[in-house]
């Protein structure tokens, strides 16, 4: 089935920054492409980034977008997201998953406040 765990989560003051990982074990991971996805409380999760399996261009959500940057090492089997200039209305559980399967991570709690 394969996995993926997160991590990088943490609390951090308004306009600060957080590198989240995902780190895949047990599939093609390389095959995939990734997508970050995050949901604050009371709210539907909703699509962060995405970065393709090999070159291609990520897209980002709006609300992120000139702030964060999504980045894969496919030898360490791992997606980043890097996130500057947070904001309050970041705070969420960031979560992974590799698109066109199952698989999803445990998610790793982001909180931004001051």
């Known amino acids: 089935q394969g996995q993926l765990v997160e991590s990088g989560g943490g609390l951090v003051q308004p306009g600060g920054s957080l590198r989240l990982s995902c780190v895949a074990s047990e599939f093609a991971f390389s095959w995939h492409p990734i997508r970050w996805y995050r949901q604050a409380p009371g709210k539907e999760r909703e699509l962060v980034a995405v970065?393709?399996?090999?070159?291609?261009?990520?897209n980002y959500a709006d609300a992120v977008k000139g702030r964060f940057t999504i980045s894969r090492d496919n030898a360490k089997n791992t997606v980043y997201l890097q996130m500057n200039r947070l904001k309050p209305e970041d705070t969420a559980v960031y979560y992974c998953?590799?698109?066109?399967?199952?698989?999803w991570g445990q998610g790793t709690q982001v909180t931004v406040s001051s």
């Open positions: 998953n590799a698109q066109g399967t199952s698989v």
């Open positions: 970065i393709p399996s090999a070159g291609g261009t990520p």
